[in-house]
């Protein structure tokens, strides 16, 4: 009962943007990354029952029921088959457990962050080349609750050669600041990542946007984190091949990735704003190679697990 009243109350819009936006961000950030480091048991069993009393944290799926700090719950792994990949050749699948925000045909170059909040592609990926492959395409914004599954996965078979880092603010990246803030996702710390080899046709792009608590976000194709204590160059060479499904890295608290395709893309059914996905299930369709009508009657399922 009283977990429920917390939870409504923190969705109330003004109380939850002062809350989280009108604080020392960067400080508070910082803060939170080394709080959540601290490596004990008894400390973190009363940070968890404190998180669970405003948040739907479930950890039942988790491959662990117990955690030595919160950095360990925040990236916590699922247990063996918790989440079925889609195997379509033609199917592009969610990389993170997400509530799906604005999505949808790009207009030119202008994309929504929420109703009537628009901004450039170029706002957001710093390489004119890159942003122009994706006018006129498609994109879709997946947000990660905190508490969500916070580890993200190959969407297609696919090769990453860069990474091009940019260091920004730490905004939350929830509904009610999506509303308030203008081009708020491009004012945050974000990775861009060219999707190179595909499995399917066309481009893709995702780009992972960091957020307010522990904004910070683990490539395991790099050495180093990314994060406000990062100072190495924002454009990071590196060669990782992945098989749709397989692991890519993780935030540390809830956040936002955004993936844009071009033209030759749909979205799958049911994805619309409000909806909740998991990773591994159908997002996009190329239909290229076989038609959307096709791809909805074949009922071919995969048991390809991660």
């Known amino acids: ?4 009243a917390l939870q409504a109350l923190s969705q109330q819009e003004k109380l939850n943007f002062l809350l989280t936006n009108r604080i020392p961000r960067r400080a508070l950030t910082r803060f939170m990354g080394w709080y959540s480091r601290i490596e004990n048991r008894g400390l973190t069993k009363l940070s968890l029952a404190a998180w669970q009393a405003f948040t739907d944290l479930d950890l039942r799926e988790a491959e662990q029921q117990s955690f ?4 360990a719950c925040f990236t916590r792994r699922l247990k063996a088959g918790a989440r079925p990949i889609e195997a379509r050749k033609d199917i592009v699948i969610s990389p993170c457990d997400a509530i799906v925000g604005e999505c949808g045909e790009i207009g030119g170059s202008t994309i929504f962050q929420a109703k009537g909040f628009p901004y450039e592609i170029g706002d957001l990926i ?3 080349d890159l942003a122009a492959q994706f006018r006129n395409g498609r994109y879709i914004t997946l947000r990660l609750k905190s508490s969500m599954y916070h580890r993200f996965h190959a969407p297609v078979d696919c090769t990453v050669e860069e990474i091009d880092y940019i260091s920004g603010d730490t905004w939350n990246v929830n509904p009610i600041a999506l509303k308030r803030i203008e081009k708020l996702y491009c004012r945050n710390e974000r990775a861009v ?4 080899q595909l499995s399917t046709n066309g481009s893709l792009c995702m780009v992972p946007v960091a957020a307010i608590l522990v904004a910070s976000m683990k490539f395991h194709c790099l050495p ?3 994060n406000l204590q990062y100072k190495g160059s924002n454009r990071i060479r590196c060669h990782a091949r992945y098989v749709k499904g397989d692991e890519m890295g993780y935030f540390q608290h809830g956040s936002t990735i955004i993936l844009f395709a071009t033209p030759n893309y749909s979205l799958s059914n049911g994805i619309s704003p409000g ?3 998991r990773m591994g299930s159908a997002l996009m369709i190329d239909h290229t190679t076989k038609s959307i009508n096709q791809l909805n009657q074949d009922s071919t399922t995969s048991n ?3």
């Open 68 to 71: 030595g700090s919160l950095h």
């Open 126 to 128: 710093p390489d004119a």
């Open 275 to 277: 909806a909740t996905i």
């Open 304 to 306: 390809t697990v991660i």
């Open 193 to 196: 990542v060219r999707l190179s």
């Open 1 to 4: 009962m009283m977990g429920t």
């Open 224 to 226: 180093e984190t990314l």
